[in-house]
Nanobody, 120 residues
Framework: QVQLVESGGGLVQPGGSLRLSCAASGFHFSTYTLNWYRQAPGKERELVANITSAGGSTNYADVLKGRFTISRDNAKNTVYLQMNSLKPEDTAVYYC?????????????WGQGTQVTVSS
């Protein structure tokens, strides 16, 4: 059974930090690109960051560069999102996604999301 379970969300004051984790099981984790998305109320889901299967390449939404860091531990089947200098506009549900395309077939798994609220 495929599972992606996010944790680490919560309420934090502006300027604070959180570290999200996403633990995976039921599929070959190390062969997937891992993505973090977020969706704020009334807005579309947006890509926050991603990391390639071997962890050699990362990409970030331009507005987040320098504040967020994505990493992965393939031995633990876990991907992380370190979020620093948080702002109220970072408030959203954060989702973990595992994705790959093999000979035209898309493999795509999602977690249930974890709420991050940035407020004083």
């Amino acid at each position: 059974q495929v599972q992606l379970v996010e944790s680490g969300g919560g309420l934090v004051q502006p300027g604070g930090s959180l570290r999200l984790s996403c633990a995976a099981s039921g599929f070959h984790f190390s062969t997937y690109t891992l993505n973090w998305y977020r969706q704020a109320p009334g807005k579309e889901r947006e890509l926050v960051a991603n990391i390639t299967s071997a962890g050699g390449s990362t990409n970030y939404a331009d507005v987040l560069k320098g504040r967020f860091t994505i990493s992965r531990d393939n031995a633990k089947n876990t991907v992380y999102l370190q979020m620093n200098s948080l702002k109220p506009e970072d408030t959203a549900v954060y989702y973990c996604n595992a994705h790959k395309v093999v000979v035209g077939i898309i493999w795509d798994y999602w977690g249930q999301g974890t709420q991050v609220t940035v407020s004083s």
